[in-house]
């Protein structure tokens, strides 16, 4: 059987440092674009979606956010056409201002379908935010259900609150198994991150996440906001994950 394999997307906030993604394209899967000083999961402008669209190699799925968004379902659908009518084929939504499950399947059936009666290929990811009690929003562990309900591809962790906590403060190793478990057994891709560092690809894997979510630990200093995302941490990032795929590979198929 064939093991899963761990994607990388990395999120540049502007064309220029989609550049510098360019520059590693060959060590990332997808290219994420987002405005991190309109929230964790900030949207960014259509046209700079489609400029970044146009610089990266076309084999390149390009993801954008639309926002942190709140329980306003209409305004939400509208604003995810926005993205995949600019390029987009992964559309992630920050359900922030979404206080129960139900509001969260109201607004993402919305956005299912707003995107897929446009480009039935593109994928719809719900995001969650592994600190929700911080801010009052739904449950990690709802989500993907919640996301499996209203027609979604994939369920996704971030941290709302970008402090230097990580998503394993909030929701530690064993929890964020039974995340990915949950999206599986719903059929859907499990994202997860949240100021995610190398050191925390080892449980990444062991859990079988599908897709890790990076910016600060690419940036250079580690800094997602003064800092610029640099290709040669990129490289280091993806040459950690790769050995991480290798020794799990190893423990589960053993040789020999
Ligand atoms: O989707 C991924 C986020 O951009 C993660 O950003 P971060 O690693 O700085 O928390």
New binding site residues.
């Given amino acids: 059987m064939k093991e899963p394999t761990l994607l990388l997307?990395?999120?540049p906030d502007s064309v220029e440092e989609a550049l510098d993604c360019a520059k590693a394209a060959e060590h990332l899967d997808i290219v994420?674009v987002?405005k991190?000083d309109e929230g964790?999961?900030g949207a960014n402008y259509p046209w700079v979606i489609r400029e970044i669209r146009d610089a990266i190699p076309a084999d390149k799925p390009v993801s954008a956010?639309v926002g942190d968004v709140p329980y306003k379902p209409g305004t939400v659908a509208q604003a995810a056409l926005g993205a995949v009518v600019s390029g987009a084929t992964y559309i992630?939504v920050g359900l922030y201002g979404c206080t129960t499950p139900d509001q969260v399947v109201e607004v993402m059936r919305g956005v299912v379908r707003a995107v897929k009666d446009h480009r039935p290929d593109a994928l719809v990811v719900a995001s969650g935010y592994a600190d929700a009690h911080r801010i009052g929003c739904v449950n990690p562990l709802a989500i993907p259900g919640v996301a499996q309900r209203s027609g979604c591809d994939a369920a996704?962790l971030?941290?709302a609150v970008?402090d230097g906590t990580?998503l394993f403060d909030h929701v530690p190793p064993d929890v964020c198994g039974e995340f990915v478990r949950l999206a599986h057994e719903g059929g859907l891709l499990a994202?997860l991150?949240?100021?995610?560092k190398a050191e925390d690809l080892g449980a990444l894997t062991r859990i079988g996440t599908d897709i890790v979510?990076?910016?600060?630990?690419v940036?250079e200093g580690g800094d997602?906001n003064a800092g610029r995302i640099q290709p040669h941490l990129v490289a280091a990032f993806r040459a950690e994950m790769d050995r991480h795929a290798r020794e799990h590979a190893a423990v589960v198929t053993p040789t020999g």
């Fill in positions: 997307l990395i999120s994420d987002k991190p964790s999961l956010t992630k996704m971030d941290t970008k990580r994202a991150a949240g100021s995610v979510g990076v910016r600060g630990a940036c997602r």
